[in-house]
């Protein structure tokens, strides 16, 4: 888990939490995926402008993904994958 800074840009509930600007959040890379793409969340000790700046690895990982790479970090690559991404086959149960 990593600890995350919630920003001005936040509402009253962040990754199904309640929080206020300044709160410090522990969550999972995959629990604050969403809200640091927002600009809700960034990693603790940052601003937004730092985190999102042009040499931000959260930037860089962001545009691989976009583009169909794989993101560099290992906690980014622990993320759920996007929506609409294919899902893996399920193994069938035998059903006993």
Same mark, same amino acid.
């Given at each position: 888990m990593? +600890?995350?800074?919630?920003t !001005?840009?936040?509402?009253s +509930?962040v990754?199904g939490? +309640?929080?206020?600007?300044? !709160?410090?959040?522990?969550?999972? %890379?995959?629990e604050?995926a969403?809200?640091?793409?927002q600009? &809700?969340?960034? %990693?603790?000790?940052? &601003?937004?402008?730092q985190a999102?700046?042009? !040499?931000?690895?959260q930037?860089?990982d962001l545009?691989t993904?976009?583009?169909?790479g794989e993101?560099?970090?290992s906690e980014e690559a622990?993320?759920? %994958?996007?929506?609409?991404a294919?899902?893996?086959?399920r193994?069938?149960s035998?059903g006993t």
């Amino acid at each position: 888990m990593s +600890r995350y800074a919630v920003t !001005d840009r936040a509402g009253s +509930r962040v990754a199904g939490r +309640r929080a206020k600007p300044g !709160d410090v959040l522990e969550l999972t %890379p995959a629990e604050a995926a969403y809200e640091l793409q927002q600009g &809700t969340l960034v %990693p603790e000790g940052q &601003t937004l402008s730092q985190a999102w700046s042009e !040499d931000s690895a959260q930037l860089r990982d962001l545009r691989t993904r976009a583009r169909g790479g794989e993101p560099s970090s290992s906690e980014e690559a622990a993320q759920a %994958p996007p929506a609409g991404a294919p899902r893996k086959a399920r193994k069938a149960s035998s059903g006993t």
